[in-house]
């Protein structure tokens, strides 16, 4: 069993920056994709940000430019460098893994709040 697990989220300004972490320590974490997702209450859950196994990386259009997905595979880590803050980035950011035979894992997720 896999328990991602997030920190780093709180309350920001617009124009501000943020940096989220995840670690999902175990043998898996090397081969499997990351990611980040986020929720609005209300709304669906939706991709902010993945990373292959290899490095390959993808954002949603709404982030692209302005947020970074990175990985520490040594510490089994994942971090989201989020800059340029705006209010509609607002959410429950979780993180999640995605094995090579498809077994999802989410974290509990982390609140980011950016005030305008």
């Known amino acids: 069993q896999v328990q991602p697990v997030e920190s780093g989220g709180g309350l920001v300004q617009a124009g501000g920056s943020l940096i989220l972490s995840c670690a999902a320590p175990?043998?898996?974490?090397?081969?499997?994709?990351m990611g980040w997702y986020r929720q609005v209450p209300g709304k669906d859950r939706e991709l902010a940000a993945t990373i292959t196994s290899g490095g390959s990386t993808r954002y949603d259009d709404s982030v692209k430019g302005r947020f970074t997905i990175t990985r520490n595979n040594a510490k089994d880590t994942v971090n989201l460098q989020m800059n340029s803050l705006k209010p509609e980035d607002t959410a429950v950011y979780y993180c999640?893994?995605?094995?090579?035979?498809?077994?999802?894992?989410w974290g509990k997720g982390t609140l980011v709040t950016v005030s305008s």
């Open positions: 999640y893994l995605l094995t090579p035979w498809n077994s999802q894992y």
């Open positions: 175990g043998r898996f974490f090397i081969s499997s994709t």
